[in-house]
């Protein structure tokens, strides 16, 4: 499966992604309200797309985003319902997530008998919250102190679309 936009390919993983997922995930400003720190060894990154490569395919549908022949970032379901997405911050705030969330939503409720597609965020998160909130996701509740993020407590928001809602 490939999708081709105006300015990104989005296309399954592949090993040789590694050097371009590092430098995403290396990044701390990337990383900052990801479930996870920044990666600070290539290692962690090759086991993260090795599962990523070696995930359940029923439960989890996802593609690397090429721009300019780099790969500088991902996005889709990690666990169904649930997406996630994560651009280097050297192409944030051009549109090329909205880009890409526009052919991945239809695509995951066709693929995928879910009711609603889910996303959790942290509260301070302002550019996925706007992202989500293009996309017509609404909030459904909030909960505190979901995760341990380095030394720090961080809460959660958690939001929705409906199938209903984009006539899926
Ligand atoms: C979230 C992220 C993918 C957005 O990618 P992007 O390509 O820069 O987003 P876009 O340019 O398509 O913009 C989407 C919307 O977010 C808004 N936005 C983008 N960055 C923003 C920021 N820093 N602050 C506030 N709003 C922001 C845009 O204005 C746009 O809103 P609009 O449709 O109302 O105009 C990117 O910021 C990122 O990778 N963040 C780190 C990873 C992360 O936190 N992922 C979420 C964990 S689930």
Known sequence: MIFVTERLILRRARL??????HTVLSNAAAMRYWATPEHETLEQ???WLCSMLGADTSRSDEFVIE??????GKAGA???????YILHPDHWRRG???????????????????PRLTAEVDPRNAATIALLQRFGFTETHRAERTLKWKDEWCDSIYFALPRSAVGA
């Open 16 to 21: 040789d992604d590694l050097n371009d997922i």
């Open 67 to 72: 721009h300019q022949g780099r790969v500088i």
């Open 96 to 114: 090329l997530m909205t880009e890409a969330m526009r052919v991945l939503i239809p695509y995951l409720f066709a693929q995928h008998n879910v």
């Open 78 to 84: 990690w666990m169904l319902p649930d997406i996630a």
């Open 45 to 47: 990154s090759r086991d």
